[in-house]
Every structure is written in C-alpha cells, then in structure tokens.
C-alpha cells in the first residue's frame, strides 16, 4: 500500500521543518537555552520545548525528502523521537512504500521486545 499524505499535509510538513531549521540556527546565534527561549518566544510565539522538537525533526529529516513526501508531521515526530532501531526500521518501510502513521510507531516503540533470550 503506498502512501497518501495530501497535499496539506505537505505543506504542514515542509513549513514545519523550515521553522526546526530556523530554530536550529536561532539555537547556534543564542548564547545559552534561557536566550534561546526568549529568543524563540519572541519571535515565533513558541515554547522552548516544542522548539526544540520541531529543530529535532528539522535535524532527523531536512534533507529527506524520501521521508518526509511520504508521511505527516505527526509520524515526522514519532519516527523523530523514537529509538535508533525503531527509527531505521520505519524509515526502510517508508521508503519501499508502506503507509505508516504515527500511530504504527508509537506502538511498535511501546510493544516488548521479542527478541530477548530466556534465561
């Protein structure tokens, strides 16, 4: 199954990640976290954290357009913020096609481990 983002959904993404990208750069300018917070309060109107997050994403997929034509922002934050592993292995699917949402890896991150041998 391929998948579908919309056309809105395109454009949340790509303003989204222009916004990290901004972010990361106001990030390197401010001299500590308390002037970046300021910084990014006052000239976005956003919370640190979620700052913080949408440069994490900006980070992880900028330059990957195979990813991010293919998902939205909200599966961008869950591939973003889960583990190595989990991540590579979404990403792999996503590129060969699959639809994958936020959902799918949310729940593949909270879900134990199988591979674990017995004692």
Not at 79 to 92: C, K
């Amino acid at each position: 199954m391929e998948n579908r983002v919309t056309e809105v959904e395109q454009v949340v993404v790509e303003r989204n990640i222009t916004l990290g990208v901004d972010l990361i750069a106001m990030r390197n300018a401010a001299g500590s976290n308390r002037e970046f917070a300021r910084m990014a309060r006052r000239t976005f109107d956003i919370d640190p954290a979620r700052a913080m997050l949408y440069a994490r994403v900006a980070r992880a997929y900028g330059d990957r357009r195979d990813i991010t034509s293919r998902v939205n922002w909200k599966a961008l934050v869950a591939l973003a913020t889960a583990s190595e592993p989990v991540r590579l292995e979404f990403e792999e699917r996503i590129v060969r096609g699959e639809c994958i949402g936020a959902a799918d890896i949310k729940a593949r991150m909270s879900a134990p481990r199988t591979n674990q041998t017995a004692p």
